[in-house]
């Protein structure tokens, strides 16, 4: 079965540093859910990566795919107390198959002001 | 227009009884997932339907665990005889018909089995 992990599971920048966290994947990626999620809340959607290379940005956070490596970066520039959270990858089930995703354990991140 | 919601958010229960989850999708959405997310961890699948029907159960981890949309809509997650491990947030997502199948996700109901 497929398995993501995540790194660095936790993370603590001051405000205004940029900061990267991974996601990398046991199997062939066919594509790959970012979401974030506040303590005791649901997960918030942020972006789907679906070709390798495919770069997106929303707001201050920028996610790529790299099909060949299995990852996923997710880049947060200059960031703000707003940011914390945990971050989460999912990857895209394969087309035809079941829809379910499979999650990551998520990175914990603190942003100190 | 309204997200997936959940209730209740909170369920306190004693080891043994049954419980209840419930889910709203957001509205027009023909697939509804349910994950259950023990602390520390990334969410679990656990079931998914499409319309009616349960496309995928092969996340139910017995046959305590059953769970049923059965007009298409809202969902009941039902737990029999709950075991202090069923503890989790068991999260409801749902999406709209059609690729990429984005996922939206609902609060959560936080489940405590005393």
């Known amino acids: 079965s497929q398995e993501l992990e995540q790194s660095p599971q936790s993370l603590i920048v001051q405000e205004g540093k940029n900061l990267t966290i991974n996601c990398t994947s046991s199997k062939t990626l066919y594509g790959l859910y970012w979401y974030k999620q506040k303590y005791g809340e649901g997960l918030i959607f942020l972006m789907m990566?679906?070709?390798?290379?495919e770069e997106k940005s929303h707001e201050k956070i920028t996610a790529k795919l790299d099909e060949k490596k299995q990852q996923s970066s997710l880049h947060i520039t200059a960031s703000q107390p707003s940011h914390a959270g945990i971050y989460l990858c999912g990857a895209v089930p394969p087309k035809g198959g079941s829809e379910k995703l499979v999650f990551g354990k998520g990175t914990k991140l603190t942003v100190n002001p | 227009g309204a997200g997936v919601s959940q209730t209740p958010s909170n369920k306190v229960t004693e080891k043994g009884k049954y419980v209840e989850l419930r889910c709203d999708p957001i509205s027009g959405h023909t697939a509804l997932y349910w994950y259950r997310q023990s602390l520390g961890q990334g969410p679990e699948f656990l079931i998914y339907?499409?319309?009616?029907?349960?496309?995928?159960d092969s996340g139910l981890p017995n046959d305590r665990f059953f769970a049923v949309r059965p007009e298409g809509s809202v969902s009941t997650l039902k737990i029999q005889r709950t075991e202090r491990g069923d503890s989790a947030v068991y999260l409801c997502?749902?999406?709209?018909?059609?690729?990429?199948?984005?996922?939206?996700f609902g609060p959560g109901t936080r489940l405590t089995v005393l």
């Open positions: 990566l679906q070709k390798g290379g």
């Open positions: 997502a749902s999406s709209s018909y059609g690729q990429p199948y984005t996922q939206y």
């Open positions: 339907f499409q319309g009616t029907g349960a496309a995928d």
